[in-house]
């Protein structure tokens, strides 16, 4: 079982607020990832890093920050939600030695 | 370039027949081969893998897939399905530290 864990699993917040999705895993994994995901399209690689303080952008332009202070944590960042953001987010992080991507359950977001 | 196509947004089957997703890829490099399913509402789970072993590869919940090089291809087949197989299926390539993921197959199964 995985255990790889994102909060909040839902959130609904007006335009301009800022928030932050955290992610945590405890599996010790170096390189961890961000994925938006929309109703019937595929995943979307937005952030992802390979390990403490290395962070960078994946193929979908994002206005978000990701930051990777410690190995089990990376958080995402929107500074000012805007509706163009309303998605599913998904994190996950990988077992280099097995290949196997592990993802938490996710987090809707919706911006009115 | 890396890419992944599955063949039809939605598969409907009756409960107790095959079950056939589609999905065929591009690497430039021998590539992992994954398929995984999204139950709604929740994230991404492993049904299975190929890493260069065998060509046919079991997983979970009685899903298995064959790797065609020949075909590039990597379809996921289940002889008999149940209602708890409703769900979105992913299929993904990763010729390195990068996922390349298909748009996803969403499967019904009919009682």
């Known amino acids: 079982e995985a255990d790889i864990y994102q909060t909040p699993r839902y959130l609904v917040i007006g335009t301009g607020k800022k928030i932050t999705l955290e992610c945590s895993q405890t599996?010790?994994?170096?390189?961890m990832y961000w994925y938006q995901q929309d109703p019937g399209m595929e995943l979307h690689l937005i952030h992802y890093?390979?390990?403490?303080?290395?962070?960078e952008k994946g193929d979908l332009s994002s206005e978000s920050t990701v930051s990777r202070i410690r190995t089990e944590h990376f958080p995402l960042t929107l500074e000012s939600a805007r509706p163009s953001h309303t998605s599913q987010y998904l994190c996950a992080s990988r077992n280099t030695g097995t290949g196997e991507l592990f993802f938490g359950e996710g987090s809707r977001l919706t911006v009115l | 370039a890396q890419s992944v196509t599955q063949l039809g947004s939605h598969v409907s089957v009756s409960e107790g027949a095959l079950v056939l997703l589609r999905c065929n890829y591009s690497s430039s490099v021998p590539p992992y081969l994954f398929w995984y399913v999204q139950y709604p509402n929740q994230g991404l789970q492993l049904l299975l893998k190929?890493?260069?072993?065998?060509?046919l590869v079991k997983g979970i919940n009685g899903f298995e897939a064959e790797f065609k090089k020949s075909e590039t291809s990597f379809h996921l087949t289940k002889p008999s399905a149940h209602m708890s197989d409703a769900a979105e299926y992913f299929c993904?390539?990763?010729?390195?530290?990068?996922?390349?993921f298909g748009t996803g197959t969403s499967l019904t199964v009919i009682p």
């Open positions: 599996m010790g994994h170096d390189k």
């Open positions: 993904a390539v990763s010729p390195g530290n990068q996922f390349y």
């Open positions: 190929y890493t260069s072993a065998a060509t």
């Open positions: 890093s390979y390990g403490v303080n290395s962070t």
